[in-house]
């Protein structure tokens, strides 16, 4: 389990966040499930992921170039891990890139 660096956090309201990206599937401890998630690309800035609990099956991929996201994202509440799951992807999570995110309170 990958804990995110909480840079922000207004109990039940929002938190901004960091982690850094494996390309394996991991899941990131926030401490709390979201409901909606903006995730950046900082290191590279090319791009910008989009989440929300509706979106189960997928996440949306704002990219420099064209892109087709078939993986997903998930809340998690394993008793281990609060937060999300990330898949095994190079969009949300390319290896040695780091993130920063919003994550919003369910």
């Not at 850094?20 to 990131?28: E, F, H």
């Not at 401490?31 to 791009?47: L, Q, V, W």
């Given at each position: 389990m990958a804990a995110a660096t909480i840079l922000v956090n207004r109990p039940r309201n929002f938190a901004v966040f960091t982690y850094?990206?494996?390309?394996?599937?991991?899941?990131?401890h926030l401490?709390?499930?979201?409901?909606?998630?903006?995730?950046?690309?900082?290191?590279?800035?090319?791009?910008?992921?989009?989440?929300?609990?509706?979106?189960?099956?997928?996440?949306?991929?704002?990219?420099?170039?064209?892109?087709?996201?078939?993986?997903?994202?998930?809340?998690?509440?394993?008793?281990t891990t609060l937060g999300f799951s990330l898949p095994a992807d190079s969009d949300i999570n390319e290896n040695g890139k780091t993130y920063h995110g919003i994550a919003f309170y369910e």
């Open positions: 850094a990206g494996t390309t394996a599937a991991q899941n990131i401490g709390f499930k979201p409901s909606y998630m903006i995730i950046h690309n900082a290191t590279d800035g090319d791009d910008v992921n989009i989440w929300h609990t509706s979106s189960q099956t997928t996440f949306i991929n704002i990219a420099a170039a064209a892109a087709n996201i078939s993986a997903a994202v998930a809340p998690v509440d394993d008793g």
